[in-house]
């Protein structure tokens, strides 16, 4: 199995910055699309943005485009998403997930995804 640990969620003010980083560990496949979610209170899981295996495509939501950033560093196997401008709507658990595959293309469900960190809570809170 791979395992995903997330890191880097806290209390932050509006218009703040954090960077979340997902450690990707005990990987299955070579191959692995990434993904961050979140979920706020009484919401369903949204998708915040997706990468696939070759980093070489992206995907984000609307609401935060321009604000988030998704990248990666291979050396040391962690994910990272770079949330500027926080708005109090961000306010949620995020969690990285990743899928195995050999496809190119961008998964944006959180039912295309195999493995789950446990997620790290970001408040946005004036």
């Known amino acids: 199995q791979v395992q995903l640990v997330e890191s880097g969620g806290g209390v932050v003010q509006p218009g703040g910055s954090l960077r979340l980083s997902c450690v990707v560990s005990g990987r299955s496949s070579t191959n692995l699309a990434m993904a961050w979610f979140r979920q706020a209170p009484g919401k369903e899981r949204e998708l915040v943005g997706s990468?696939?295996?070759?980093?070489?495509?992206?995907y984000y939501t609307d609401s935060v485009k321009g604000r988030f950033t998704i990248s990666k560093d291979n050396a040391k196997a962690t994910l990272y998403l770079q949330m500027n401008s926080l708005k109090p709507e961000d306010t949620a658990v995020y969690s990285c997930?990743?899928?195995?595959?050999?496809?190119?293309?961008?998964?944006?469900?959180?039912?295309?995804?195999?493995?789950w960190g446990q997620g790290t809570q970001v408040t946005v809170s004036s």
């Open positions: 990468m696939n295996w070759l980093g070489t495509s992206d």
């Open positions: 997930a990743t899928k195995g595959t050999k496809d190119h293309r961008l998964f944006v469900s959180p039912y295309d995804y195999d493995y």
